[in-house]
């Protein structure tokens, strides 16, 4: 039987939860036929619950919408994503696919055989909000598919890349503190500060630039006097 929540507004952690018999069933009738593209979690998720309150009888409303984010898919990253909820507990996520060596014990039994339904991969982490179908159908009239929560960006930078930026700032600015670099760092990929703290690794890649910055100034400076002592020697 499907699950009540109190409050659909909540953030929420999703567990890995092993799917029934009945829920895999369900699954396979209701999305069967569907061609699910990659890169495209909104589109994907959407419209399978619209199309399910357009034309499955009520009883079928079990699956919603869910968007937030997801950690544990790439090193140091939250992402933005959207996903399927069953009976408002089971994560089914049609777009992500689980590279070999995460796959949950007891695998998929499902037709979406390398993504995650249910049994999330190891290591993998969804949080995120249940959007009612009247919210997602108001959206697509206002401007065709797209995220649905405001504030969190659809575009995360991939964790070297900003670790390289944030070498390069500190490098710039050796007198700006790591609250300032990593501040104009963000804001040149504009993502949110909610995207930036999934980067766990920026303190210690700045203090390690620091350190080198440091060594480097060390260096010139005995190099010059050096210099200075060999002119006035000769």
Known sequence: ??????NKTAWTIYLSIKPTDEQI??????????????HKCF???????????ANQPKGDWRLSYCEGYISGCSEDLRVHHAW??????????VT?????????????????KDRPVGLLPIGWQYKGV???????TKGRLAGGCRAML?????VVPHAAEVYARIEDIASELPDAGFSEVVER?????????????????????????????????????EWKLRRQQQAKTQ
């Open 96 to 112: 992500l696919r689980v590279p070999k060596g995460l796959a949950p014990e007891g695998g998929n039994r499902s037709f979406l």
């Open 25 to 38: 069933s369900f699954l396979t009738r209701i999305l069967w036929g569907y061609r699910f593209r990659r």
């Open 130 to 136: 249940e959007v009612p179908v009247q919210e997602i």
């Open 150 to 154: 405001k504030g969190m960006s659809t």
């Open 84 to 93: 399927l909820l069953l009976d408002h507990c089971l994560v089914v996520d």
């Open 185 to 221: 760092v963000r804001r040149g990929y504009g993502t949110t500060r909610r995207d930036f703290a999934g980067f766990r690794r920026a303190k210690s890649v700045f203090s390690e630039c620091r350190k080198w910055v440091k060594q480097e100034a060390n260096l010139r400076a």
């Open 1 to 6: 039987m499907p699950q009540k929540r109190k």
């Open 43 to 53: 589109w994907n998720a959407q419209r399978v619950v619209i199309d399910i309150d």
